[in-house]
């Protein structure tokens, strides 16, 4: 069978000839990355997380192929922060095959992200000396993806998994809920830290240990570490402390 090219004869030729060879490397080229991610949404592989204030995920859920990408995005980053706590893979982590970054915006048209800053350094996800990484993120979108191993990197399906958890909390006010799970968060976060890995969360809406006077672990008004603004003691334990002092 004889090739298209051949069919051609003259001076018609040599301008087919180019063509051919100009759009065969953008055929190969479309093949390639048509699985690449594309900004905060992706055609082939993305999750994109609106309007949830909290929840988690598994890596093999999440980034069931390479490359795949997670977003979640702050409904509004003048009244709430996002934080995230990542319980690292106990085994067969890939250096650099995730990357962890908030940012402001993506221009489709010029593929740019817009305000876009890292956190692998605080992640480390491959870093065994701490299980867990925790960080606090203040812009509209923050995004972990997954790309393919550099070369001579293999993996197997289910290496390297890891959970991912997620707070979306309120700068005022935030919840009573919120501020339990975020105070623990915390508190391991400043267990784990040091010179050389410093705790990610910078500064919380919630009051962790500064108890106002008055008030101990047995009022009603200290739950799991968090005491409760503008709370009065039950009328109960009021009449408990009352026989204890002898009134």
């Known amino acids: 069978m004889r090739s298209v090219v051949s069919q051609v004869s003259g001076p018609s030729r040599r301008p087919l000839l180019a063509l051919l060879l100009y759009l065969a490397p953008l055929l190969l080229m479309e093949g390639c990355c048509y699985a690449a991610p594309s900004g905060p949404e992706s055609d082939s592989c993305s999750t994109l997380v609106q309007s949830r204030f909290f929840g988690f995920f598994l890596s093999s859920s999440a980034f069931p192929s390479m490359p795949c990408s997670w977003t979640l995005q702050n409904p509004d980053p003048r009244r709430y922060t996002i934080f995230l706590k990542v319980t690292k893979p106990t085994e067969h982590c890939v250096p650099s095959q995730l990357r962890t970054f908030q940012y402001e915006s993506f221009l489709e048209t010029t593929r740019t992200y817009l305000g876009m800053e890292s956190f692998d350094e605080v992640v480390k996800l491959c870093d065994a000396s701490a299980s867990v990484a925790f960080l606090e993120a203040g812009k509209q979108f923050l995004q972990m993806r997954k790309g393919l191993p550099r070369a001579g990197k293999t993996t197997k399906d289910g290496d390297g998994d890891f959970k991912t958890e997620y707070l979306v909390v309120g700068k005022r006010n935030p919840s009573m809920a919120a501020c339990q799970m975020l105070c623990q968060w ?41 005491y409760l603004e503008n709370c009065l003691p039950s009328m109960k334990e009021s009449g408990r402390n009352a026989e204890i002092n002898g009134e």
């Open 186 to 226: 915390l508190e391991d976060c400043l267990a784990s830290s040091t010179s050389s890995r410093p705790c990610g969360i910078m500064q919380t809406p919630c009051t962790c240990w500064e108890p106002p006077p008055l008030l101990s672990k047995g009022d009603s008004c200290y739950h799991n570490g968090v």
